[in-house]
């Protein structure tokens, strides 16, 4: 049983991004707010694999989904 925690850091790891504090916030406000309709595995910004990633992890509900969704909520969060 895998009991590691998926955080945010860690999945901007496992999408091959960078993953201290002010590269994911770099990340977020280069690419928020995402268009209502348009699924966070469909925007442009991610390659192939990404996009399959978060697809799978998503569609899958796999321990990746919570973390997912939060991507997911900050990248449709209007830049402060």
Not at 17 to 33: C, K, N, R
């Amino acid at each position: 049983m895998d009991t590691t925690e998926h955080t945010l850091e860690k999945l901007f790891a496992q999408l091959g991004l960078p993953e201290d504090q002010a590269s994911i916030e770099h990340f977020i406000g280069q690419h928020a707010p995402l268009a209502g309709e348009v699924l966070l595995c469909d925007a442009p910004f991610w390659s192939e694999s990404q996009a399959t990633f978060l697809r799978s992890a998503w569609k899958s509900d796999a321990d990746w989904a919570p973390t997912v969704d939060t991507l997911d909520t900050l990248l449709r969060t209007p830049p402060q």
